[in-house]
């Protein structure tokens, strides 16, 4: 088993944070960003998780997080791109700053960690290193209420394309792109029923899906530029 680990952001909690435990538990060394610390990020730190604090609204943070990588890690297995936020339009926040503030965690971030990252993804000592980017099904439709959060997260399936095509043959680069993977906890009943209805399969996917899909393109030897759809048969409905 590789002993290069996997840069992964975002992994105070949610899909960040389940993908991470299951990395450290297949013995799977785990580079892990965080904005938030939470209690539950001490059971990642028990497994064995590198924890670097970064907000990636601050360019500061960002350049600092790159220097750390590089001076702790010679070599990366892969980098999921999982950091994320969901601003609407209507959240009180102007909506240049919506939308600066999506592109940047969504497209900015990625792009520059991408770039400044390759040399340790192209020096891994497994066949080939992986970057994927957790989109969102909302890339390839839109959405009226969170405009500026599709158009990021398509710019993000846009970097997968031209990643991919710059970085092979030893760097993989896919996007993956759910929808309904885990309510929240608070979701309310009659919302959990009207969201499931729009997909074929009426209910979440979990997080166990989503995990299959990473564990996918980790596996496979081929597939690269690609965005897969996790999304229950949404796009039928």
Not at 18 to 27: C, M, T
Not at 154 to 162: C, F, G, H, I, P
Not at 164 to 178: F, Q, R
Not at 223 to 232: A, F, I, S, W
């Amino acid at each position: 088993m590789t002993a290069d680990p996997t840069l992964i952001t975002g992994v105070g909690k949610r899909a960040g944070f389940h993908i991470a435990r299951v990395f450290l538990q297949r013995g799977m060394p785990v580079v892990g960003t965080y904005r938030t610390w939470y209690p539950r990020l001490e059971e990642l730190e028990r497994l064995g998780a590198d924890l670097l604090h970064c907000d990636f609204d601050r360019q500061d943070e960002v350049e600092r997080l790159i220097n750390d990588i590089r001076a702790r890690h010679e070599r990366l297995r892969g980098i999921i791109h999982n950091a994320s936020n969901w601003l609407r339009e209507d959240d009180g926040v102007p909506v240049d700053a919506v939308i600066e503030k999506m592109m940047r965690i969504h497209a900015n971030v990625p792009y520059q960690l991408n770039h400044e990252l390759a040399p340790l993804l192209q020096a891994c000592n497994d066949p080939h290193a992986d970057i994927i980017h957790i989109g969102d099904y909302v890339s390839s439709q839109g959405s009226k209420k969170h405009i500026a959060y599709a158009a990021s997260k398509a710019a993000q399936d846009n970097l997968t394309l031209s990643f991919a095509a710059k970085l092979a043959p030893k760097v993989k680069v896919n996007s993956l792109a759910p929808a309904l993977i885990k309510f929240n906890e608070h979701d309310d009943p009659h919302y959990r029923e009207k969201a499931a209805a729009k997909s074929l399969m009426r209910r979440e996917g979990g997080w166990n899906e989503l995990q299959h899909a990473i564990d996918y393109l980790f596996a496979s030897q081929y597939v690269t530029g690609r965005v897969l759809p996790v999304d229950g048969g949404r796009h039928l409905k």
